[in-house]
């Protein structure tokens, strides 16, 4: 499967790596105009976000339409740069997300698992050929 990676911090190269491991194809996207988003958008058949949280809007704008139809998995965490939450009660950030995305199927994934014990790529590396094409699956539907 193609997927695009948009971030290419911490976690986007450890789910890029985990992801090559187990045969997908990755490309990434981010603010190196050698890499831009909008074309590894395009190309990926699925779209992973791995921006820090106060990015999402302007990667999302950034993406637009080259989602549509394609499924996205936000990785983020609502959290400013003091490593407050930054997200309000009364909705989430994936919704919030999807409304910027609206023809776009938001998944939230991920971002529960933690980079400093390696387990982001580690679930990858174990999981990603169940549990990634049913997930898309599933929300492709
Ligand atoms: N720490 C964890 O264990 C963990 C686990 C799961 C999820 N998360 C979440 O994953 C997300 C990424 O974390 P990280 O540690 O990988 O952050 P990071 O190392 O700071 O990397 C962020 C990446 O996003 C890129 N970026 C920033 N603004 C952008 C924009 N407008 N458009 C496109 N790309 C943009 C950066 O671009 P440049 O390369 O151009 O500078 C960089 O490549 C965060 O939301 C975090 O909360 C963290």
């Given at each position: 499967m193609?997927?695009?990676?948009i971030?290419?911090?911490?976690?986007?190269?450890?789910?890029g790596?985990?992801?090559?491991r187990?045969?997908?194809?990755?490309?990434?996207?981010?603010?190196?105009?050698?890499?831009?988003?909008?074309?590894?958008?395009?190309?990926?058949?699925?779209?992973?976000?791995?921006?820090?949280?106060?990015?999402?809007?302007?990667?999302a704008e950034?993406?637009?339409?080259?989602?549509?139809?394609?499924?996205?998995i936000?990785?983020?965490?609502?959290?400013?740069?003091?490593?407050?939450?930054?997200?309000?009660?009364?909705?989430?950030?994936?919704?919030?997300?999807?409304?910027?995305?609206?023809?776009?199927?938001?998944?939230?994934?991920?971002?529960?698992?933690?980079?400093?014990?390696?387990?982001?790529?580690?679930?990858?590396?174990?999981?990603s050929?169940?549990?990634?094409?049913?997930?898309?699956r599933?929300?492709?539907?």
């Open positions: 193609k997927i695009a990676i971030g290419k911090g911490n976690v986007g190269k450890a789910l790596h985990g992801l090559r187990t045969g997908h194809e990755v490309r990434y996207g981010h603010r190196d105009p050698k890499e831009p988003v909008r074309e590894a958008a395009e190309w990926g058949d699925v779209i992973i976000l791995a921006v820090p949280y106060r990015a999402t809007k302007d990667a950034e993406i637009g339409s080259a989602a549509d139809g394609k499924v996205l936000d990785v983020t965490n609502a959290l400013d740069q003091n490593g407050k939450f930054a997200a309000g009660f009364t909705t989430s950030a994936a919704e919030e997300l999807q409304k910027l995305l609206p023809k776009t199927r938001v998944v939230k994934a991920f971002n529960t698992c933690s980079l400093e014990t390696r387990a982001l790529e580690e679930w990858v590396k174990s999981n050929q169940r549990s990634l094409p049913a997930t898309i599933y929300r492709s539907k």
